[in-house]
């Protein structure tokens, strides 16, 4: 029987792909249910090819649009609570949040919560509510199948290796015993090996001109600070259960060795692909079958070299915010999680400066009163919290945008 799977977020960079790997594997895969935020016109589009019959949209005057334009026999439900139902239907085996950022946690909550196991895309999901999510995920029985590229690729050599079929969170129950240490390998973005590039002057355009991966706008920005390195930091220590000091960042400009895990023995393991969100996506809705989605192989001889430096903390000073926030825990990751979110838009908007998007999360950080062991409505405070300073530090009227 071919597995069924839920996508929210199927019109953005992740859905896309993860659509072409249904594509793909149609005898394997098939949709149960999409969710989008505006894009219904792509979204019906999905919905007639695939065959599906429930979407939500979550903005909603684009659910209302979309229910005028939908034909007969498709369902479009509304807002948060409409796509927060599509994660909990049951009717699927797995759901890929690939939704941006915070609007992710509900969904991944509501899956977990009627035991459907999460592929997740949304790394700030567990950036910010990574105990609640795990500690639900332990209780429930649920897994998190690493979709990023890196955790997937750790995932990949720590079940082929630690024994069993333990996969994330429960893996760390063993993972911690075994593993020396995890290297995250980064792109380095536009700017991580141009030491010449003075940071403070980048533009818009420039930092959106991602030298390898083709993404969504916000992950984009988080590769030319380094900030998505750190927000993989806390990621990779909730999937796999080891400390800030055991999780290492090389850049590897090539983007073909993924992540490496290095074993109590001294041995490393290492997955290696072409630089291409759907083998890590296949693998994810796929687990634990390899099967043949016509992705091609790795040419050693053409590809010739890999290289491999040490990160600079100082020019990227998200690293170490990001260690911070790890080494304090509570509210902070949120904290941190949601200044960068809106300091990015603020940049996207023209209203600070590249280097600004650190510079204010760190002032917020400072700022922050920090709670231990938050729940759900804790971290979403503190995010709400952190969202309105970084407006007002930047002069942007929430309400204009
Ligand atoms: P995109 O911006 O390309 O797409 C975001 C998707 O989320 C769109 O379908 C958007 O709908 C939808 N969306 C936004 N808000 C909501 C909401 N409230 N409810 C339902 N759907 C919503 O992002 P990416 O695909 O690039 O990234 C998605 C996540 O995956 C991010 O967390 C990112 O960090 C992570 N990731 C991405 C990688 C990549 O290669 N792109 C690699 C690794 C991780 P609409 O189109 O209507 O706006």
């Not at 996508?7 to 594509?23: F, P, Q």
């Not at 055991?246 to 400009?253: L, S």
């Not at 990001?322 to 023209?350: I, K, S, W, Y």
Request: proline share 5%; with cysteine.
């Amino acid at each position: 029987m071919s597995r069924r799977v839920a996508i929210l977020g199927s019109t953005g960079s992740i859905g896309e792909n993860a659509l072409n790997v249904v594509r793909a594997l149609p005898s394997e895969l098939c949709v149960t249910g999409l969710a989008a935020d505006r894009n219904y016109v792509r979204l019906l589009e999905q919905a007639a090819e695939f065959g599906v019959s429930r979407v939500a949209v979550a903005d909603e005057s684009s659910a209302r649009a979309c229910r005028a334009a939908s034909p007969r026999g498709v369902e479009v439900l509304a807002g948060r609570e409409g796509v927060a139902e599509i994660a909990a239907d049951t009717a699927a085996d797995v759901v890929l949040c690939a939704i941006v950022v915070m609007a992710g946690l509900d969904p991944v909550l509501a899956a977990v919560d009627e035991e459907v196991d999460v592929a997740l895309a949304t790394k700030e999901v567990l950036v910010a509510a990574g105990e609640l999510v795990t500690s639900r995920c332990r209780t429930n029985g649920t897994a998190l199948l690493p979709v990023d590229s890196e955790h997937n690729a750790i995932f990949q050599c720590i079940c082929g290796a630690a024994g069993g079929d333990l996969v994330p969170p429960l893996v760390a129950t063993v993972s911690g015993n075994l593993v020396r240490r995890i290297m995250l390998t980064a792109s380095g973005g536009p700017f991580g090996l141009h030491p010449e590039v003075d940071l403070s002057k980048v533009t818009v355009e420039q930092a959106l001109k991602h030298p390898r991966w083709d993404m969504g706008r916000k992950v984009t920005i988080d590769s030319a600070t380094l900030m998505n390195k750190g927000l993989e930091l806390l990621e990779a220590h909730w999937l796999f259960g080891l400390p800030n000091e055991r999780i290492d960042i090389v850049i590897h400009p090539e983007s073909v060795v993924h992540s490496l895990v290095e074993w109590n023995d001294g041995s490393t393991l290492a997955q290696l692909s072409m630089p291409d969100m759907r083998y890590a996506i296949q693998h994810a809705l796929t687990f634990p079958r390899r099967l043949d989605g016509r992705l091609p192989g790795l040419d050693l001889v053409s590809l010739r070299s890999l290289h491999f430096e040490a990160p600079d903390p100082v020019r990227f000073p998200s690293l170490g915010l990001a260690r911070e926030a790890m080494r304090q825990g509570g509210t902070l990751p949120a904290v941190m999680n949601a200044a960068n979110e809106a300091a990015v838009e603020a940049f996207l908007l023209g209203a600070i400066r590249f280097s600004g998007i650190w510079a204010l999360v760190e002032q917020i950080m400072a700022e922050h009163e920090n709670i231990k062991q938050p729940g759900r409505d804790a971290i979403l405070a503190a995010d709400a919290a952190s969202r309105c300073r970084v407006a007002e530090l930047a002069g942007i009227n929430r309400s204009t945008g």
